[in-house]
């Protein structure tokens, strides 16, 4: 049995081929979908990430609108800067690219955040909405916005024909970002889900359980090929910078001998992440047109 | 080794207390807490459960207002209510008695409530909030409304002693209402967290791996003695009326010869729910004197 790669970046384009189709029909209605990017700081990663999004924006025929902060700025003058864009016509999707320098509260800028141009899908106004649905169909068709990282898993899976429902799937890791909204998400698509973490007593036992493994503990190569039942769709959430070069949370060249599919790092759910990002924008638009 | 039933009369008896020294501080400095019950039409258990709220609602020491409407009421109507409640002085808290006739919104109503009033903690807005946290100490101390039953269930663990930290826990059953609030909590209190549902295959095998195994599924004597592994703690969520009796989820007859401990039902979770509707209540009332 050969194992199937998940192509995030093939996945990813087909998102976006729709993203820019959507965004054109807007824009020949007059109304052209903008998403405004905020990077507070200097922290090279951040740069590189917002300039990434930057472009995949600009290449949908979607209106960029880029808001550098110094790192410096002060809580009040961040809220203020949110509040205007939450006023500017031209800007449907904001995102706040995280982390924020330690003197500024995340939670207090998300909640600012009209929740009608949440582009990352993180306001707790929306999670709570999705979360309350009783199925992954009902949750779709809400036009709610998702956070970007989980629903891209979600997309990635579906495109490869992945079934979900039924199955067992293990989270590993339980962050707000990707671990508990994915856990909930893998939930309302009828799988049996178990979310585990770093200090999980017999941790390799509960991820030979799984059909689908999701590492998303931020640890690379935590992940080992013992740990992988024969056949299992992993999922690898995780990227490592470290001085021998880029790495998931899974031990990609063991894994790949036991898996049944797995994704790459990178070209696997990283490009899944910014698609998700666009969609929520064009999606947002497309709400104030009804 | 004998089982330790988990008596939920004594800790809602212990949580009322305590929300009863509050309401007369507050009452004190001249603001006493008052709960408002909205109950639209006759279904006899409805009127039960309310009821039962309005009576510890005045014993311990709060405003009761009792908003009964006709099963014919409009969802615009019902809306308009919620506005009315939601700026009446008098009211700090307000619940929606669930279900709603079949022709009412309940998503819809719980939008329109103010997330500050939100004494049964459905409200989208304040879920998120929570479910966002790292940790059940900063839940506990972000003072964010809480869904009632699961954080009931929380406090009767708490009270008892019992640990959750590094625990397998399985809940069965994914409502908004319980199950997959409680599995976040239980996450947040550093268990590891498996949610199934009446689907899952091998469902017994799942429920004994469980250290800490929460039934809330709706359906009489489901889980049974040979599921659970020996010592155990279980929690039964389910009230479930049959022409013999009120059951709970758990064979319970069978279950206290292998648990450690149990809730019985009724007076294990049912009492709590209450109890934790009005502490929501007078915390929303101490929060608006801060």
Redesign the interface.
């Known amino acids: 049995m050969s194992v199937k790669i998940l192509d995030g970046k093939a996945a990813a384009e087909k998102v976006l081929a729709g993203v820019a189709e959507r965004a054109n029909a807007l824009t020949a209605r007059g109304l052209t979908p903008g998403l405004a990017t905020v990077l507070v700081g200097e922290d090279p990663a951040s740069h590189v990430y917002v300039g990434q999004k930057i472009k995949k924006c600009q290449a949908a025929g979607m209106v960029s609108v880029h808001v550098p902060l110094p790192a410096t700025i002060t809580q009040d003058a961040l809220l203020a800067e949110i509040h205007r864009l939450n006023r500017d016509p031209r800007v449907h999707g904001i995102i706040v690219q995280l982390p924020l320098p330690k003197h500024l509260n995340a939670?207090a800028v998300l909640?600012v955040l009209d929740p009608a141009k949440d582009a990352d899908g993180?306001?707790?106004?929306?999670?709570?909405?999705w979360?309350?649905?009783?199925s992954w169909k009902d949750v779709l068709a809400s036009g709610v916005a998702l956070p970007c990282t989980p629903a891209g898993v979600m997309e990635l899976l579906r495109q490869n024909d992945i079934p979900i429902a039924?199955r067992?799937a293990v989270v590993v890791g339980?962050s707000?970002l990707v671990g508990?909204p994915l856990?909930?998400m893998l939930?309302a698509a009828?799988a049996?889900?178990?979310?585990?973490?770093s200090?999980?007593?017999k941790l390799d036992d509960?991820c030979r359980q799984a059909d689908i493994l999701v590492a998303a503990i931020g640890s690379p190569k935590f992940v080992k090929k013992e740990w992988i039942k024969r056949g299992a769709v992993v999922v690898d959430v995780g990227m490592n910078r470290t001085a021998e070069g880029l790495f998931g949370d899974v031990d990609f060249a063991g894994a790949q001998d036991v898996a049944g599919a797995i994704t790459p790092v990178p070209g696997g759910v990283g490009p899944m992440t910014v698609a998700l990002l666009l969609q929520n924008t064009v999606q947002a638009a497309e709400k104030q047109l009804l």
């Not at 049996?192 to 973490?197: E, G, I, L, S, Y």
């Open positions: 939670e909640l993180l306001h707790p106004s929306n999670q709570g909405r979360m309350q649905m009783k039924w067992r339980r707000s508990k856990a909930m939930l009828d049996t889900v178990t979310v585990a973490h200090r999980t007593e509960i």
